[in-house]
């Protein structure tokens, strides 16, 4: 028994790890708040600075650093870091009269380095705008800052990523859905290809559990996508390309039921709708994989992001999506199999 269902209880075991690292272990130390955002060049400014899972009030405060980067040959270091909380500081800045740019205006990243939370980066965190421009009167002043040896925050995090936030750990389950859902098509194809050739009933069978348990994953890739899309977009569908692209493989793949409802005959039913379901995953690789990765798109792997580097998983959260796509893909075929099973019996009733 143990022998025969040793992959169910490997796929429930890594979905249990899922789910307690994935929901328990905490996000590093970030920023999530700088104010005021916009600033003029040649002026004493204060910013105060929220941070996210913060301790500026721990021990080594003194040590606090802070920076304004424009680029990697353009960085302002801070006169002053006054800390107000283990949350809240207080960063000052005397900004030159000029900018290290030919434009009016420059968006400019805060950089945070503390010897207990390490390092943290908010991208386009203030606006600084010029009277004048006239990028060499700025001269060395904005190359006064170097930051070398940043802390490293202890102990295993998940990144934490501004626009994301807690949020980030839907990378473990609205992801792996889609790949699950993948790997069950697949298998419905080869099944498929299976009873063109051999014609076997019991082939017939395992495409369409294959293809149901797909289609409750696609559903639930959709459900997780969403609920994500309107925590970090704003809105439950922006018809983003992928997000169009997923929706139309759906429709697709849904037709292949509708079809197998309008024939009495059930060799016919089974050669046609097998004959489909072939040109169903074909279509389903240049909506999915091609058509998202030629136009812009919200989601990684758009616009020059080759989804899934350093900017989307980390060693860390590497550590848990890879067991948690295995997880659900074993999962899905548990459930294919109860179909199957299920719809076996309801087979064998019938033909007796």
Same mark, same amino acid.
């Given at each position: 028994?143990?022998r025969q269902s040793w992959w169910k209880i490997l796929g429930v075991l890594l979905l249990v790890y899922t789910f307690i690292a994935g929901l328990m272990m905490p996000?590093?130390?970030? @920023?999530? %708040?700088? #104010?005021?955002?916009?600033?003029? /060049? !040649?002026? $004493?400014?204060?910013?105060?600075?929220?941070?996210?899972? &913060?301790?500026?009030?721990?021990?080594?405060?003194?040590?606090?650093?802070?920076?304004?980067?424009?680029?990697?040959?353009n960085i302002l270091a801070a006169s002053k870091v006054q800390v107000l909380g283990n949350r809240d500081l207080k960063v000052f800045f005397n900004l030159p009269a000029?900018?290290?740019?030919?434009?009016?205006?420059?968006?400019?990243?805060?950089?945070?380095?503390?010897?207990?939370?390490?390092?943290?980066?908010?991208?386009?965190?203030?606006? @600084?705008? %010029?009277? #004048?421009?006239?990028?060499?009167? /700025? !001269?060395? $002043?904005?190359?006064?800052?170097?930051?070398?040896?940043? &802390?490293?925050?202890?102990?295993?995090?998940?990144?934490?990523?501004?626009?994301?936030?807690?949020?980030?750990?839907?990378?473990?389950?609205?992801?792996?859905?889609?790949?699950?859902?993948?790997?069950?098509?697949?298998?419905?194809?080869?099944?498929?290809?299976?009873?063109?050739?051999?014609?076997?009933?019991?082939?017939?069978?395992?495409?369409?559990?294959?293809?149901?348990?797909?289609?409750?994953?696609?559903?639930?890739?959709?459900?997780?996508?969403?609920?994500?899309?309107?925590?970090?977009?704003? /809105?439950?569908?922006?018809?983003?390309?992928?997000?169009?692209?997923?929706?139309?493989?759906?429709?697709?793949?849904?037709?292949?039921?509708?079809?197998?409802?309008?024939?009495?005959?059930?060799?016919?039913?089974?050669?046609?709708?097998?004959?489909?379901?072939?040109?169903?995953?074909?279509?389903?690789?240049?909506l999915l994989f091609v058509i998202p990765r030629m136009t812009d798109s919200l989601h990684p792997g758009a616009g020059g992001n080759p989804a899934f580097g350093g900017?989307?998983?980390?060693?860390?959260?590497?550590?848990?999506?890879?067991?948690?796509?295995?997880?659900?893909?074993?999962?899905?075929?548990?459930?294919?199999?109860?179909?199957?099973?299920?719809?076996?019996?309801?087979?064998?009733?019938?033909?007796?």
């Amino acid at each position: 028994m143990i022998r025969q269902s040793w992959w169910k209880i490997l796929g429930v075991l890594l979905l249990v790890y899922t789910f307690i690292a994935g929901l328990m272990m905490p996000l590093k130390p970030g @920023i999530i %708040q700088v #104010s005021p955002g916009s600033l003029h /060049a !040649g002026e $004493a400014v204060e910013l105060v600075v929220r941070g996210y899972n &913060s301790s500026y009030a721990k021990a080594g405060k003194e040590n606090m650093r802070a920076w304004l980067k424009m680029d990697d040959e353009n960085i302002l270091a801070a006169s002053k870091v006054q800390v107000l909380g283990n949350r809240d500081l207080k960063v000052f800045f005397n900004l030159p009269a000029y900018l290290p740019s030919k434009d009016s205006s420059g968006s400019f990243s805060l950089i945070l380095d503390h010897p207990a939370d390490g390092a943290a980066v908010l991208p386009n965190a203030v606006f @600084i705008t %010029q009277d #004048s421009i006239d990028p060499a009167k /700025a !001269g060395s $002043a904005w190359k006064s800052g170097r930051f070398e040896n940043l &802390s490293e925050h202890p102990g295993k995090t998940f990144p934490f990523r501004n626009i994301l936030k807690e949020s980030i750990r839907n990378q473990y389950f609205h992801v792996p859905l889609w790949f699950a859902m993948m790997f069950l098509f697949l298998f419905s194809l080869i099944h498929s290809i299976k009873y063109l050739r051999k014609g076997d009933p019991d082939a017939d069978l395992r495409v369409v559990s294959l293809n149901q348990a797909g289609m409750i994953y696609g559903l639930l890739g959709v459900v997780t996508g969403a609920l994500w899309a309107k925590h970090t977009w704003g /809105a439950y569908w922006s018809w983003d390309t992928k997000q169009n692209m997923t929706a139309i493989c759906l429709l697709i793949y849904a037709a292949y039921f509708v079809l197998r409802g309008a024939f009495q005959d059930d060799e016919r039913k089974a050669r046609l709708s097998a004959i489909y379901n072939i040109f169903a995953f074909a279509a389903m690789i240049p909506l999915l994989f091609v058509i998202p990765r030629m136009t812009d798109s919200l989601h990684p792997g758009a616009g020059g992001n080759p989804a899934f580097g350093g900017d989307d998983l980390d060693n860390t959260m590497r550590m848990v999506f890879y067991p948690a796509g295995v997880g659900w893909t074993l999962l899905g075929f548990w459930v294919a199999s109860i179909v199957y099973r299920i719809r076996a019996l309801e087979f064998k009733w019938l033909d007796r």
